[in-house]
Nanobody, 129 residues
Framework: EVQLVESGGGYVQVGGSLTLSCAAS????????IAWFRQAPGKELEGVSC????????HYFDSVKDRFTISRDNAKNTVNLQMNALRADDTAVYYC??????????????????????WGKGTLDTVSS
């Protein structure tokens, strides 16, 4: 059974940093792509970043480019999201998700969870001004 557990969320001031972790079990990172999504209060689920299963290539949505860094540790079966220069509009519940696709293949809509089959329960990040 695939399980994903996010950790590292918390409260930080504007301009600060947080590192989120997604601990995976029941899968290997060579076989599953891991993506981070977030949902801000009153808004739809949106993509944040992704690391592909085949070559660990990384992908970022425009809103977080040059501020967030995704990485994976195959030995620990963990994917981290380093978030720097945080802004108030980064406040959201952050989720990691896994599926048997490459990052560019992720499609779908928020209504169908972007087609990703495995999700964690999320971790709340609050960025305060």
């Amino acid at each position: 059974e695939v399980q994903l557990v996010e950790s590292g969320g918390g409260y930080v001031q504007v301009g600060g940093s947080l590192t989120l972790s997604c601990a995976a079990s029941g899968l290997t990172l060579d076989d599953y792509t891991i993506a981070w999504f977030r949902q801000a209060p009153g808004k739809e689920l949106e993509g944040v970043s992704c690391i592909s299963r085949s070559d660990a290539s990384t992908h970022y949505f425009d809103s977080v480019k040059d501020r967030f860094t995704i990485s994976r540790d195959n030995a620990k079966n963990t994917v981290n999201l380093q978030m720097n220069a945080l802004r108030a509009d980064d406040t959201a519940v952050y989720y990691c998700a896994a599926d048997h696709v490459e990052c560019p293949e992720i499609a779908g809509t928020p209504a169908d969870n972007y087609g990703m089959n495995h999700w964690g329960k999320g971790t709340l990040d609050t960025v305060s001004s």
